[in-house]
């Protein structure tokens, strides 16, 4: 039984379909890597930003400022919502209340803001920022929570 033209184009379009098909799940695989690189990215740059914040603490009286502040808020506890499980973006946001809190205190103390709080023994300067200090208790176990969670996402 000889082959017809037809017969010789069915099997050279069998075949094409057959490489389309290994084109197609090669590109699929490839498209799946870099959609979990770029979720890799977003969560290494939200856990930079609270190691940098981290940072703000290194000396005896420095906090960050208000803008450092509100750049944490803004970089990593909002982003964290996106990429992190429900328990570290909780933490981040209590890290972020216990700053916020002592950053208003501070601004108190040092006369930055105008309000005054009459009838209430406002904390001094030293106890204020080392009440703020005690927020790298609560950083360092979330970066590594963080950095298990990365991990487990790039296995």
Not at 23 to 42: G, M
Not at 137 to 147: F, G, S, V
Request: proline share 3%.
């Amino acid at each position: 039984m000889a082959m017809t033209n037809s017969d010789w184009i069915s099997l050279a379009a069998f075949f094409i379909a057959i490489l389309s098909a290994i084109y197609s799940r090669n590109a699929t695989n490839e498209a799946k890597r870099s959609n979990k690189l770029t979720l890799h990215f977003k969560m290494v740059e939200i856990y930079e930003e609270v190691l940098n914040f981290s940072d703000c603490f290194r000396g005896i009286f420095t906090v960050p400022s208000a803008q450092r502040l509100e750049n944490f808020r803004l970089n990593a506890v909002r982003s964290s919502e996106l990429y992190f499980s429900e328990e570290i973006v909780k933490s981040l946001k209590d890290i972020y209340s216990h700053c916020s809190e002592q950053e208003t205190w501070l601004s108190i103390a040092e006369g930055r803001n105008p309000t005054k709080i009459e009838g209430v023994d406002l904390p001094s300067d030293l106890e204020i920022r080392s009440e703020y200090k005690y927020v790298l208790n609560m950083i360092y176990p979330t970066l590594d929570l963080m950095k298990k969670e990365i991990n487990k996402k790039m296995a």
